[in-house]
């Protein structure tokens, strides 16, 4: 008698937590025919720390630096859109000059961000040299955080009615140590001679020929494009469909940007692109992405301009909202009862409830805010940009080979500190 022949089945499989292009703590479980994917089921929650609670239970300024910690590559953006919800319950507006600032640093922080997707990108795609290149870039921008906020990361710079501080006149300077001596210290020194934003538009100059150097060595590679081009593809229509924002839309031809559209602080006073793609794949959200960062230069080449010649106040003289100036509290009763009202309870905001929304570099990144009439948050949800993207990774990948999930997963450009909050 014949044996039976043997039952071929799927096999289920977990890529990731562990897994170096799973990207932090994303756990995949792929069902695959042989090498072809079967279906992809995402599982999140594993870097949940409950940010959204955690802001019900703390003054609404408290909150700042918990929103650094969402998407931790694009610190600033975060806290944009959180301080953006609570002046629109408050019904104020920042003074102009700390409008273009935060302008300016939404944009250096689109760099920031683009800058680390491209060199994780590229590594997951199998390329060394241009993760080194981006972060060489990324130490300078890094440094602009660090000059406004003295912190390199987690800044909480913005403040409702404005920004922390104006811009600093000086920049540090790099000291003499064992390793470099004195002539490659004062070359290292020789941009930082100025003040902060003689720093960026010395950046602002060279920039544009970094991004050139990216492209030489991918953008016509013969293996870059096997690996990104027809691989994850999305149609306009399933990208809408699927609530996907930001490059992922544009990549698909759909021109939607959120600073063009729907105008906020000073966007629509200064002169950019919306880049977009044409077929919707990895390779076409390789190039909005690079073409993204060209627009941001331009942007933040503007924004220099205009505060060089606009001198002014960054924060609103409201002391019921602002921090009084130390200078004042020495000799005021008044700035100091004003001091430690803020640094205790805060301030109470009117009852009500507002979304605010800015084009974060993943897409849109929303705020919820709804307010009781007391000193924190009734309720506060974050509307994640990089949520959507991955909810729709099993239909981006069905079809293609295991290796083309590294890819695709990379393009969305995801960070689980704003997916799980």
């Not at 060199?119 to 870039?137: I, K, P, Q, T």
């Not at 880049?275 to 942007?299: A, F, H, K, W």
């Not at 430690?340 to 605010?356: H, L, R, S």
């Amino acid at each position: 008698m014949k044996d039976n022949p043997p039952e071929i089945r799927n096999y289920v499989f977990n890529f990731g937590p562990q897994h170096p292009a799973a990207h932090g703590v994303l756990r995949l479980i792929l069902e695959v025919d042989g090498e072809t994917i079967v279906r992809a089921d995402p599982h999140v929650g594993l870097l949940h720390r409950a940010t959204e609670k955690l802001a019900e239970s703390k003054p609404f300024n408290h909150t700042i630096g918990y929103m650094d910690r969402l998407d931790y590559v694009s610190m600033m953006c975060n806290e944009h859109g959180y301080v953006l919800a609570i002046e629109k319950l408050l019904g104020i507006t920042p003074p102009v000059r700390a409008q273009y600032i935060r302008v300016m640093f939404d944009e250096i922080t689109r760099i920031l961000n683009h800058l680390l997707w491209l060199a994780a990108h590229s590594l997951d795609n199998g390329g060394m040299a241009v993760f080194l290149y981006c972060f060489r870039e990324r130490e300078d921008l890094l440094d602009c955080y660090e000059a406004v906020s003295g912190a390199r990361m987690h800044a909480t710079y913005y403040r409702p009615g404005g920004v922390y501080r104006d811009l600093p006149d000086t920049m540090p300077q790099y000291q003499p140590s064992k390793w470099q001596n004195a002539k490659e210290i004062a070359a290292l020194n020789e941009n930082r001679q100025g003040s902060l934003l003689d720093f960026i538009w010395d950046f602002t100059n060279r920039f544009p020929g970094c991004v050139d150097e990216y492209e030489a060595l991918l953008t016509n590679n013969r293996i870059w494009k096997q690996r990104t081009v027809n691989i994850g593809i999305i149609s306009p229509e399933r990208a809408i469909a699927l609530g996907f924002t930001g490059p992922m839309l544009r990549g698909s031809g759909v021109a939607w940007d959120l600073r063009k559209k729907q105008p906020y602080e000073v966007y629509d006073q200064l002169d950019f692109d919306i880049p977009v793609g044409t077929v919707g794949d990895c390779y076409d959200r390789y190039l909005v992405r690079v073409n993204e960062m060209r627009q941001s230069n331009r942007i933040i080449r503007q924004c220099v301009e205009w505060l060089r010649k606009n001198p002014g106040p960054v924060m609103i003289d409201d002391y019921k909202i602002a921090m009084p100036p130390r200078e004042e509290m020495k000799i005021s009763m008044e700035a100091m009862i004003h001091h430690f009202k803020n640094m205790t309870e805060g301030y109470i905001v009117p009852e009500g409830e507002a979304y605010a929304a800015i084009e974060h570099p993943k897409g849109e990144f929303g705020v919820y805010l709804v307010s009781d009439g007391a000193n924190k948050p009734y309720r506060l949800k974050v509307r994640a940009a990089g949520f959507p993207h991955l909810a729709g990774l099993n239909e981006l990948i069905r079809g293609h080979m295991i290796a083309d999930v590294v890819s695709t997963l990379s393009s969305l450009d995801i960070v689980f500190g704003e997916i799980d909050r």
